[in-house]
């Protein structure tokens, strides 16, 4: 079976994946996206206090999130992270290996790494799999990129949208990797975004971070943060469109279409969380304030009881009002209305009646959503969960041994 | 077997429990514990925006959190929360029933519930149980009243520490109901407190508040906070002792024994937590203030990768890291040490070699520490958690239905 293109799809870019045999479990583990000139850059990182070597790299060469980048080496299967100063060394190489092989400065390689905390990369794999890698760049094998930056996901997670700017085509096209240590400000998420739009590093990082608060930030599957989030776009101006301006039309229409991409790889990384077997959209409105909106979601969002309940098709309103309660976002159970689907549940203070067994039918489906109407203002935010099952223990209970 | 007794072990209380036919499963689930005069009483509530009748009763019968009571009425089974006006009536009818058996004031009676979310009490069954309760109370029922506060709770959970004020003996004895929906501040918590030294109600206040700080606010089960939470403590004064005066002596030494006995309840809660086979205590220290220990602990308790880790007895000191960094608290990986058990196996921004074995193993016992020094400044806390087990989802998948 022919692999599904993606993040070759924009103009002017190359990727693959190589089996350099970090992982344990002998499949893909170096990844290399290039560009065959330099790109407009933008990338969000980890807030993490505790972060990796190559989020610190990544701060060095994007010092405000945003420039020129003409490569991305991604390995997974360890995540150089709390290994000192011979960790970012580490990290600097593969930037230096990568740049060699492509004739360009190391500093336009950005650099990412995913798998378990505080182990020393094995740097002699690592520079054969940039060196095949290197080699073996085509448009013919994104399937084998996407596979090379996968941990526990169970699902290749993509998206492509074609587009036009003007008269011109355009296309925005992503992956993302990511089950578990998933929780704004970011997740354990690397999320490599290609266009070949024509768009300044600043423009491009204004969009991106835009976006990224209702996309990206957004999901949560387990409320824990990871230390190596990345989320880049690389934008190849090959489309030949004029550079798009702040402000126009055409920035309108670059964002909704960066915004699907974002959207729709958040929504994957919501239903291929660790253990998911549904998807939960919690969408708070007449919140305060968006802030009151965003707590109030996530709230919901982060309730194991809540999570639980939705796995069992428990139609159990009332760990949704609680979890509504507890949040930092002012609350007034007079005002609240709760809907499960389209089922009214809770108003004025109180549960509704309501056919349970409808509901659970409803909340035995692949998608769940919850609407939370606060009735205190205008304040709107959704955020996108999975539920909490037995897999997601067995899945985490025994990682690195 | 005999049962064991407790919270009548103070003098001048009486308690028993009965089968009312609320809970499904036939158990005893309508407590009443009954002083023979009016006591000293303070009470710390659930500080959810959402909470039940019988908290808007407490707020209305102890304005500040303290006065005197008499009686202490619960049931399991049904919570009373949002139930509307209707709700709180049944509240208000279940405290003058009992104060009409013991013949005092409605406004000496502390009223709570603990159960299913959004249902009206069964007020037949309610007041049959009552005037059984009434007719039955003793000092040789303290097991029927433990269990008749139990709702998903494996384990009957009990403490009693007798001491001296000068040459005069005296006893603080206390039980708690809750496994689940745990998490500062205050748990899906009942916890009924009697005590025999004579202290005023505004004394008492303060010393209960104290404490909870560091007793029942440091568990965290599952970081979800009921709507239900209630801590009262009843003191009858009856060992004779001279009323115990603020910064006194006698005052340091009844906050002593109080949190010895709700250090006791807190970490039995902990052990009791839904699906718990471990108890994990958090230490921090070095923090820059105690606000910040707190925060770190926490993030730490509430990490259900951290959880995971330690029920596989998996040494994954990068998912400790994790925790710590993404708390609102500072922190500097090049000054944090931790230790699991003895073992230092994380310090100057990397991970320690040590033996994976050992580590293991000790994360295999029933109860694990785990110390983390911020090596920042003085702050200090204690978190105390259980880990996550697929008994946990197994228990709150179906819970209503």
Not at 227 to 253: C, F, M, Q
Not at 306 to 325: E, F, Y
């Amino acid at each position: 079976m022919a692999d599904t293109r993606h993040i070759t799809l924009p103009k002017g870019f190359r990727a693959t994946g190589v089996k350099a045999g970090i992982k344990p479990s002998g499949r893909e583990d170096v990844a290399l996206l290039a560009a065959e000139a330099d790109c407009s850059a933008a990338v969000v990182l980890t807030s993490n206090q505790v972060f990796g070597a190559p989020i610190a790299w990544a701060r060095r060469i994007l010092p405000r999130g945003r420039g020129k980048l003409r490569a991305f080496v991604i390995n997974s299967g360890c995540s150089n992270v709390c290994t000192g100063p011979a960790g970012l060394r580490d990290a600097e190489e593969m930037a230096a290996r990568t740049a060699r092989r492509l004739v360009c400065d190391a500093r336009k390689v950005l650099v990412a790494s995913t798998g378990v905390i505080g182990h020393r990369l094995p740097m002699d794999k690592v520079r054969a799999g940039i060196d095949a890698a290197a080699e073996k760049l085509s448009t013919r094998h994104d399937g084998d990129f996407l596979r090379a930056i996968m941990t526990t996901d169970l699902r290749e997670k993509s998206a492509v949208v074609v587009s036009k700017l003007g008269r011109t085509k355009f296309t925005v096209a992503g992956t993302v990797k990511g089950s578990g240590m998933i929780a704004p400000s970011l997740a354990t998420m690397i999320a490599p975004i290609t266009t070949d739009a024509a768009v300044s590093p600043a423009l491009l990082h204004k969009a991106l971070k835009d976006v990224a608060g209702r996309t990206f930030n957004a999901v949560t599957v387990d409320s824990d943060q990871s230390t190596s989030d990345t989320v880049a776009v690389l934008a190849s101006g090959a489309s030949g469109n004029a550079s798009i301006r702040p402000g126009s039309k055409e920035y309108r229409k670059f964002l909704a279409v960066l915004e699907e991409v974002c959207g729709a790889l958040a929504y994957q990384l919501a239903a291929d969380g660790e253990g998911a077997t549904r998807v939960i959209r919690i969408a708070v409105t007449g919140a305060r304030g968006e802030a009151d909106a965003r707590a109030a979601a996530m709230s919901v969002a982060n309730s194991p009881l809540v999570k639980t309940a939705v796995h069992g098709s428990d139609p159990n309103w009332g760990r949704i009002v609680m979890a509504l309660g507890k949040s930092a976002a002012k609350v007034e159970p007079d005002k609240l209305k709760v809907r499960i689907g389209r089922t009214l549940v809770f108003s004025a203070g109180r549960g509704r009646k309501f056919d349970e067994k409808t509901v659970s039918t409803y909340l035995s489906g692949k998608e769940v959503d919850i609407a939370c109407d606060l009735g205190l203002g205008e304040g709107a935010f959704a955020a996108l969960t999975c539920d909490l099952s037995r897999e997601y223990i067995a899945i985490n209970a025994d990682y690195t041994t």
